[in-house]
């Protein structure tokens, strides 16, 4: 998936605002691959809402945002994203590799077979369980494994830890480092502080943004 | 996976849903038969004005139980994310919402058009006019999936959309409702219905290249 232009998201001068309440503005960053962005500011500081506005949910007030030296509607961006957001994503009436088979119809194939991914999350044997019988940290894990299966360069994860256990998030940072050693790039919101060692990690904190 | 292959899979996961949901998408059905049974019980025993009105009683079910089916349509999706999900795939999310669609009608539509004839029958519509009534349902049942999904996608993101809903897509039912239960009347009459089949062949073909880009359009604003 090399461009000529260096996969890179730049974001600039970006600012956004909701219910004529200032989030942030002026936020400028650079994620190159191999580099992980942890998002971090209180409850309603904006976290959720950039993530959307990365994701393309939500337009920004001003700035922009460019994937590989492209805007990112006019570039392959979305082929090389994935997001993970506070909605699981999956049919509850569906088995495990029902939504797995049918997020993998949606996206282009990745690294890793659906029952590699389901190994890797710890969810080996779940295959027709019906996610509805999951618990809520093994549903976390099986959204979590569409990454696995989809190609994508830039994850997006909105409080991915939630509903985890100690065990749960250290799998996920394995996952995340795992990723990003392969040259992907990480974005996430958490109140976790992450314990990932040798990693390229930035930080931004959100309430400082707005001045 | 190539767009065609995504099309099917949202299909057939549809499909699929619907019949793990079944109890759930039966409701329209059965509304569908309980108005047309209920009003021979109002009317009275009076078998000339059932006769007479059969075409408008069936025309007015079916297109109120679409209605009740619609909400179906995008609500589940919106809520537990797969939405998000389907914006955020690189294949066109018009594509993807016409496979929505047509799975609605699947589970929605081709019921009726299986059930219809019976309750037609029930009520005495003449046997002539069984086949027009037919021909009405195949063109038209779709027509009502396709007009509502822009309805529903643009009326999903609000809490309570239902009353919304029905009046913004009421009015656009009106026309399929007029040319579809007067091809069925003139049918009774032994008259040619050429013209009403000819219309709703062409709203069919209009609304099957029209909706899904007003649909798409409408959910990305409704996901905002």
């Not at chain 1, 730049?10 to 004529?20: F, N, P, T, W």
């Not at chain 1, 994937?67 to 509850?92: F, L, N, P, R």
């Not at chain 2, 299986?114 to 029930?122: D, E, G, K, N, Q």
């Not at chain 2, 027009?132 to 063109?139: A, D, E, G, K």
Request: charged share 15%.
């Amino acid at each position: 998936m090399e461009n000529s232009q260096q996969t890179a998201l730049v974001v600039k001068e970006l600012s956004c605002s909701r219910d004529e309440r200032l989030l942030f503005s002026g936020l400028n960053f650079t994620l190159m691959p191999g580099q992980v962005l942890l998002l971090e500011g209180s409850n309603g500081s904006g976290k959720t809402t950039l993530l959307r506005v990365l994701c393309g949910f939500r337009d920004a007030d001003a700035g922009d945002i460019s994937w590989c030296g492209d805007q990112i509607d006019e570039s392959s961006y979305y082929a090389d994203m994935a997001y993970v957001g506070h909605a699981d994503g999956t049919k509850k009436e569906l088995t495990v590799l029902e939504n797995l088979r049918f997020a993998l119809a949606l996206n282009m194939p990745g690294h890793y077979s659906i029952q590699q991914a389901l190994e890797k999350v710890q969810l080996a044997g779940y295959d027709d369980n019906s996610v509805q019988t999951l618990s809520a940290g093994q549903k976390r894990r099986l959204s979590l494994a569409r990454l696995l299966i989809t190609h994508n360069i830039l994850w997006i994860l909105d409080e991915p830890f939630t509903s985890l256990d100690r065990q749960g998030i250290e799998l996920i940072e394995t996952l995340m480092v795992a990723h990003v050693e392969q040259g992907g790039m990480v974005i996430l919101t958490s109140h976790h502080d992450l314990t990932i060692p040798h990693m390229s990690l930035q930080r931004i904190h959100l309430d400082s943004l707005d001045s | 996976m190539t767009l065609t292959a995504a099309f099917f899979a949202i299909i057939r996961r549809d499909l699929l849903l619907a019949f793990r949901r079944r109890a759930e998408m039966a409701n329209p059905l059965f509304f569908f038969v309980l108005i047309v049974t209920l009003f021979p019980l109002a009317v009275g025993a009076q078998p000339q004005l059932l006769q007479t009105m059969a075409p408008g009683v069936i025309w007015v079910s079916a297109l109120l139980a679409a209605l009740l089916s619609l909400d179906s349509l995008f609500r589940s999706d919106f809520e537990d994310g797969s939405l998000e999900q389907m914006l955020l795939s690189p294949h066109s999310l018009s594509v993807l919402v016409l496979g929505k669609i047509i799975a609605h009608w699947l589970v929605t539509g081709l019921p009726l058009l299986l059930v219809a004839p019976l309750l037609a029958l029930f009520l005495g519509l003449p046997e002539q006019a069984m086949g027009t009534l037919w021909l009405t349902l195949i063109l038209a049942t779709p027509l009502l999936s396709l007009i509502g999904a822009i309805g529903v996608a643009l009326t999903v993101g609000l809490r309570r959309g239902g009353m919304i809903l029905s009046l913004l897509v009421l009015p656009l039912y009106v026309p399929v409702l007029i040319f579809a239960s007067n091809a069925v009347d003139r049918a009774a009459s032994g008259l040619p219905v050429g013209a009403q089949l000819n219309i709703l062949l062409a709203m069919l073909l209009a609304a099957l290249v029209l909706v899904p880009l007003p649909t798409s359009a409408a959910l990305k604003m409704s996901v905002n």
